[in-house]
């Protein structure tokens, strides 16, 4: 599954800059920072949007973070390719988060 995650992520923002911080996969545009993190359980992968509350529609699940929105992807549920892609584009335009 996170390999079909990282495809999409790497078709739709040509250029993206990849690194693992804290066993987890970091994607960025540009200097500007990351916009997504994936990060991997026994039951599904936590895809986190660091500037979530500006995508429209928001990702489903809220955070402790104010700005950060989760996606829940499980093995048993269909993922909407073209909201995941729309989701990861919008994000790749807004600013990053620095770490």
């Known amino acids: ?39 991997g359980f026994t039951r599904y992968v936590k895809v986190a949007f660091f500037r979530g509350t500006s995508l429209d529609p928001q990702p489903p699940v809220g955070s402790k973070t104010p700005e950060t929105r989760y996606l829940h992807i499980s093995e048993s549920e269909p993922l909407d390719e073209a909201q995941f892609v729309d989701w990861v584009r919008q994000a790749s335009r807004l600013p990053g988060e620095r770490m």
């Open 1 to 39: 599954m996170v390999e079909r995650l990282d495809a999409l992520i790497t078709d739709a923002v040509p250029g993206v800059r990849k690194a693992v911080k804290w066993n987890s996969p970091l994607y960025g545009a540009d200097d500007e920072g990351w916009f997504l993190s994936l990060h």
